[in-house]
């Protein structure tokens, strides 16, 4: 029924609009050069004040359903909730809500039913009373609207208002999203801190969440501290940082500076794309591909060797990392070595130096501010990364730093702590909200001190 | 004096041209074509990784775009199908017997379950489709084509059982079939020696025994099939090779008698023996053939290999990628109108870009988290939607569009907007009339590579469960749904290697969508752009 409510507002709109033009029109009939706005802006104007109004109420009704219809199920079937913990709560709204509005229902039973009953009522009052509200400001603003429509009416600064207040809005979202991530990030770690004290979590070394009998999916006060040390997933994620940026950081740059200061204009334009199409490849691609070739290449040499390599090893994932990050490393080199002014190659060349001792001995050093900052950018980048480890690193917390067997990484343990079934108020799956924010602390703080470090190092050349 | 300049071919011994120096310019050389080297070297890596990478999927994805079909004499008649009740019929039978009626030499239960289990366990239901959507009509008996089960299908195709040698025997001197045992008598012991090879136990008095961790040897003879899984060396000279039959062996009918070898272990092999004799008497009957793959173009998800499909991914892709588009590409461009043209410069707006610039390098994941957080738990929207995948990736997507459409925005001449303020635009006319259809091809190249990031992501919408198993095709917006990235990352997951070549081939459909959209990118570059 809402969809027929919106699709109604986005045909009045329209409909709005040619009313306002056409009324704007005739007011002076025909002679536009009396009207202070053009007929345009009238109509914008009328469909604005007609359809803008409803449909923000129909936003802040979308918004706003849900939490309340849970809040008013949930005060009905206060009773049958008395004895559930807060998860089995959230599963039986869950449950019921999927059985009201189509959906998985876990396991349906006649409290479920009788809440899903409930829900699809309350639902169906809600959308007629907020389809009433719709119409009747859509009606109002039109009327209204219609009758302020004179030659002297200033339409066009209602409009650009609006518009501007709409741009203005739409730029916002921007901080709404990081604050988003902050606040949930947060918030949700500050209540895993409750359980779980955060020097453990920051300084142990023993980390098993998915072990169930030690308390960790329990509720509040059976939680087991001892078993949320991320100490093994911090070092894992370094260790695999570590090899991906051998990997990346040489190939990466010396592309870089070959393609341009040695390259030939058809040797770039192939190499070019290609650095393209290497960044452009989807990273679960890259996660199959060492997880399915790479990978067991390496089991297989290792065992040639008499090495026993764990078939997810670290080295198989940060290779493949270092594989995906090499032309991130190289792009960012490729513009910073650009931007070494040409004046000093040649001044370089004028005192009788190579090619290669005018790189390493003039360019590299000037663009060095650069470099390291895209070096940064590239590490923050490889920690971040989900998809390759997920698919080609190992589950289980290891503190190792050989690079020969498995290790877990954060957003392994992120990915695994989260999907699948999952309370949302357990330790384990909040676990996974304090390793994010570390994850984006970490991140965050890579990407600052890159911008800082070439503010503060780079060198005015011209 | 210009005697010696020009008789100068004489090197003079100062300290640029003497040994030394040389030496010390010849290392220089060297050095610089090192270096040199080193960095073509780099840039062929990168090569050589990207072609390892591509040719690795395109080789395991080529098998999955064709299934091999089985064509079945099936019983439609009228006492085995209702037409009036099509969903009611057992077709699991009327599927069973057909195959059984191919095979009336077996008995047993364990191998009647082996002979049912060549064709797929999705036969069923895609026969009950048949007759419903009335491309097979009831009445008589029908011969139709449909899907093997994975494991037949990849040894037709030659991915499974593949090291197979076949060698001509020597007519054995007798063959006694007792049941379904055999017996064959050779006159030399060439087969003793080649069983052993094989990895044969060895037992009392010189025989042998072929176990299922050992090779296979299957004697072809008689128009019919023995396995060979005893042999001991005869009295006089000969050996006797004992084993079960697999199709049923006529003495009469004349042919060599080939010995079949097949080094896998049956024990470490998807298909046995027997599937195996089975499968080739069907492909030498004419009943098999290999058509384009349908069920994976257009099915659903399923855990069987054969019945996996695509078509329901590339459905929730294309939905999710809507909402993506229809939220960021308004506020991506909103925002860099507003910030590129009007915004004036205070803490606001700088800390507006700030926060762009610290978005566009915030890990993927964390996005996830935020619409888990917030869509999901706060909002109550449904899990495993496109609606809330295309937010979150719309959200993801933002900084990028915000970004290039700054970047175009920036490139308009300053020109054009004093002409258009000149002859009387408002501020906004001006942009809206004049700037933004001029930034339009630089800001639509900026979206479309800001979509094919977001076409490719899987972390994010893993943590909202998009992970789901989902089979039907997503219906709407809110209707359970997964996309291509999740689905490759889940059909990677499963062991049955079937599903391997699933994986590359719906990744090779991903990276066409991804090249697709790329290429237009640079076709708009190319072909709109205007440098000033």
Redesign the interface.
């Known amino acids: 029924m809402i969809t027929y409510v919106v699709i109604a507002l986005l045909v009045l709109f329209a409909v709005a609009y040619y009313f306002g033009r056409a009324r704007a029109l005739s007011s002076v009939e025909g002679n536009t050069a009396a009207l202070h706005s053009l007929p345009s802006q009238h109509g914008l104007f009328l469909a604005l004040l007609s359809a803008g109004p409803a449909l923000l109420i129909l936003l802040f009704w979308g ?1 706003a359903t ?2 309340v219809e ?1 809040s008013i199920v949930e005060g009905r079937f206060a009773t049958q909730l008395a004895d559930m913990n807060l998860p089995e709560k959230q599963a039986f709204l869950r449950d019921a ?1 999927a059985l009201a ?4 229902a876990g396991f349906p039973n006649e409290a479920k039913e009788a809440a899903a009953e409930h829900f699809a009522a309350l639902r169906g009052q809600s959308e007629w009373i907020v389809s009433g509200l719709v119409t009747l400001l859509a009606a109002l603003g039109f009327f209204w609207g219609i009758r302020r429509i004179t030659p002297q009416f200033r339409a ?1 600064h209602v409009v ?1 208002r609006v ?2 207040l ?3 809005l ?6 709404l ?2 604050l ?2 902050v606040l ?2 947060i ?2 770690s500050l209540r895993f801190f409750q359980q779980v004290p955060f020097y453990k979590f920051l300084f142990g070394t023993h980390w098993s969440p998915q072990s169930a009998f030690t308390g960790a999916g329990q509720e509040a006060g059976a939680v087991n501290p001892d078993i949320f040390g991320a100490v093994p997933l911090f070092v894992g994620t370094m260790l695999i940082t570590f090899i991906a940026m051998l990997v990346a950081a ?6 870089a ?3 341009s200061d ?2 030939s204009k058809q ?1 770039r334009s192939v ?1 070019k794309p ?5 960044a ?10 060492a ?3 790479v990978a067991p290449f390496f089991r297989d040499f290792g065992q040639v060797l008499g090495l026993s390599v764990a078939s997810e090893s670290a080295l198989a994932a940060g290779i493949v990392m270092g ?1 995906m990050i ?2 991130f490393v ?1 792009s960012l080199s490729d513009d910073v070595i650009n931007a070494v002014p040409q004046s000093l190659r040649d001044g370089s060349a004028g005192l009788g130096a ?4 005018t ?2 001995k003039v360019v590299l050093p000037a663009a060095l501010p650069g470099i390291v900052s895209a070096l940064m ?1 590239a590490i ?2 490889a ?5 390759i480890v ?2 080609a690193a190992g589950l289980a917390a290891n503190l190792t730093i050989n690079p020969l067997e498995a290790v877990t990484t954060v ?1 392994v343990q ?2 695994t702590l ?2 699948g079934d999952q309370e ?1 108020d357990s330790a384990k799956t909040l676990a ?2 304090a390793l ?1 924010l570390v ?2 602390c970490v ?2 703080a890579l ?2 001190i890159a ?1 800082r470090v070439v503010k503060k190092y780079r060198e005015q050349y011209d | 004096m210009t005697d010696t300049l020009a008789g100068g071919a004489k090197p003079q011994n100062n300290q640029h041209t003497n040994e030394q120096a040389r030496g010390r310019l010849r290392k220089r050389y060297a050095a610089e074509s090192r270096f040199k080297w080193l960095g073509a070297g780099a840039v062929l890596l990168s090569a050589f990784f990207l072609l390892l990478l591509l040719s690795t999927i395109v080789f395991k994805a080529f098998p999955a775009f064709r299934a091999n079909e089985l064509t079945l004499p099936l019983n439609l008649s009228a006492e085995h199908v209702n037409p009036d009740n099509l969903t009611g019929n057992n077709y699991d039978t009327i599927i069973s017997d057909a195959l059984l009626s191919l095979f009336p030499q077996v008995e047993g239960r364990q191998e009647r379950r082996q002979v049912r289990g060549l064709i797929s366990s999705g036969a069923p239901t895609l026969l009950r489709q048949a007759l419903q959507n009335g491309s097979l009509t009831p009445g008589g008996t029908v011969e139709y084509a449909l899907p093997m089960d994975d494991f037949a299908d990849l040894y037709l195709k030659g991915l499974l059982a593949a090291d197979s040698a076949e060698t001509v025997l020597a007519t054995p001197q007798s063959v006694a079939v007792e049941g379904n045992e055999a017996e064959l008598r050779f006159s030399d012991d060439s087969l003793l020696d080649a069983a052993r090879e094989a990895g044969a136990l060895e037992e009392d008095g010189g025989a042998l025994r072929l176990t299922t961790g050992a090779a296979s040897f299957i004697i072809y003879l008689g128009g019919g099939a023995v396995k060979i899984t005893d042999l001991a060396p005869d009295a006089d000279a000969g050996v006797v090779a004992r084993g079960p039959v697999l199709a049923s062996v006529s003495a009469d009918a004349a042919g060599p008698v080939r010995l079949r070898v097949i080094a896998t272990p049956e024990g470490q092999r998807k298909i046995s023996d027997r599937e195996i004799v089975w499968v080739d008497q069907l492909k030498a009957d004419g009943r098999t053939a290999s058509a384009w793959n349908t069920q994976f173009f257009f099915g659903g998800a399923s855990r069987e290999a054969e019945m996996a499909g695509i078509w329901g991914a590339v459905v929730g892709s294309a939905l999710t990628m809507l909402v993506t588009l229809a939220l960021s590409f308004p506020i991506g461009v909103a925002a860099a109108i507003y910030l590129e043209e009007f915004a004036p410069k205070n803490r606001l707006t700088g800390f507006i870009e700030v926060n762009i610039n610290n978005l566009a390098a915030v890990p993927s994941i964390v996005f996830g988290l935020l619409g888990l957080a917030v869509f999901l738990n706060w909002f109550n929207l449904p899990r495993s939607a496109p609606l809330v995948g295309g937010m979150v990736l719309a959200l993801m997507t933002l900084p990028t569009i915000i970004i290039a459409s700054r970047a175009a925005l920036r490139a308009v001449p300053p020109s054009i907007r004093e002409a258009a303020l000149g002859v009387g635009a408002s501020k906004i006319q001006t942009v809206f009339h004049h700037v933004l259809p001029l930034a339009m091809p630089g800001i639509l190249t900026g979206t479309i590579i800001g979509m094919a990031q977001a076409l490719g992501e899987t972390a994010p919408l893993l943590m909202i469960g998009m992970v789901a198993f989902i089979v039907d095709i997503p219906g709407g917006f809110t209707s359970p749904a997964t996309v291509l990235p999740v689905q490759i990352f889940m059909w990677a997951d499963f062991p049955e290697p079937a599903f391997q070549q699933k994986t590359s081939a719906a990744i090779l459909i991903l990276l066409g969508f991804l090249i697709l959209m790329n290429a237009v990118a640079v076709v708009l570059r190319k072909r709109f752009e205007r440098r000033w």
Do not use: D, H, Q
């Open positions: 918004v849900p939490g849970a809500r509005f189509g959906g998985i066009r650009e518009l501007r709409f741009l203005i739409c730029s916002v979202v921007a901080i999203t990081t988003g991530i949930s990030l918030f949700e040489p190939v990466g740059l010396m592309s500076i070959y393609l040695y390259a040797v190499a290609m650095l393209e199409i290497l452009g490849i989807p990273t679960v691609v890259y996660g199959f591909f997880a399915l070739t594989i090499i032309p190289s190579t090619k290669s001792e790189i390493r950018l923050s980048r920690i971040g990364e989900t998809m997920v698919m957003t992120i990915v989260l999907v949302f996974a909200f994010g994850l984006f991140t965050l990407n600052i911008l």
